[in-house]
């Protein structure tokens, strides 16, 4: 690894942590540092490589979702680091979603002992297997990566957030379920599939950002005047928007939807599988979990 690692660099690596935090503002640039040293880490792990980049694409939502709430803070150069962040997700988006399709595959091929998801699942785990290689070869140890989360880091640190109010945030999240509604609506009006995708992506950002403000009000390493802040917030925010319990059961629902009709899609480009229109008629035809 040519890069050293986030959290070992005195010069670059963030000094903000949650003790240092006397206010909300401060909570949220440190949970947010927090997630860019868990995407450093996870990027350097080899034993579980998929996994770690499924939790990579993860912490880059959380980091964005938060992200958003704060941009009246400074927009120019939160733009620059939510673009290298994004980025970073961008870069593994293949890879990610190799890995999903694993996944979905195993998820819907239970109770249903057919060998053709046998062959489906030895052909994913093999397309995965490629992608990981190719992605490692042309950016060795993901060092170009994690000079951008580096970078992200140090620019983020720089930047003073006492200034965010609890009032500024809730409006960021009322605009955030607005946001979502408005998703909602077209979705449902033109049923698109880059429409549905953007109403879940919306749905999953609303709750990424409850779920953020939860684990700040809920920090005891944290003052208990900045945790008060952050439930007050929450409990605004909750009179106008959903709960994040509410989103997260309609994410992973639009989420599965997604994840079945991408998987059907990829196996009906291959005229190669020798299984793929059994594999076709079975991903059309429901049958009974375990």
């Known amino acids: 690894m040519t890069v050293p690692a986030l959290a070992t660099l005195p010069s670059s690596s963030p000094s903000v942590g949650r003790r240092d935090a006397a206010d909300l503002g401060t909570a949220i640039q440190a949970n947010m540092l927090a997630e860019l040293r868990t995407i450093d880490a996870e990027l350097r792990r080899r034993r579980h490589p998929h996994r770690a980049i499924h939790a990579v694409r993860r912490a880059v939502r959380r980091f964005r979702s938060m992200l958003a709430l704060c941009v009246g803070v400074a927009p120019e150069e939160f733009e620059a680091i ?54 490692l070869a042309d950016d060795p140890d993901f060092a170009a990566l994690l000079r951008r989360v580096h970078r992200a880091a140090r620019d983020l640190a720089k930047i003073d957030f006492e200034g965010l109010s609890g009032d500024a945030i809730v409006r960021a999240l009322r605009a955030s379920a607005a946001d979502m509604a408005s998703a909602e609506r077209k979705a449902n009006a033109h049923p698109r599939e880059a429409l549905r995708h953007r109403w879940r992506r919306r749905v999953r950002r609303l709750r990424l950002q409850l779920e953020g403000l939860a684990v700040v009000a809920d920090d005891r390493q944290l003052p208990a005047a900045v945790r008060v802040e952050a439930q007050w917030v929450l ?42 229109d059994e594999i076709l008629a079975a991903l059309t035809t429901p049958f009974a979990p375990n």
């Open 82 to 135: 939510d673009r290298r962040v994004r980025r970073v997700g961008k870069r593994l988006s293949a890879l990610r979603d190799a890995h999903v399709l694993v996944l979905t595959a195993s998820r819907l091929r239970r109770g249903d002992g057919r060998d053709i998801w046998r062959l489906l699942d030895r052909w994913l785990r093999r397309e995965r297997r490629r992608l990981l290689a190719q992605s």
């Open 235 to 276: 409990a605004e925010a909750l009179n106008a928007v959903p709960s994040a319990a509410a989103l997260a059961v309609l994410a992973d629902r639009l989420g599965d939807q997604q994840d079945e009709r991408h998987l059907a899609a990829t196996v009906r480009r291959q005229d190669a599988l020798p299984f793929r």
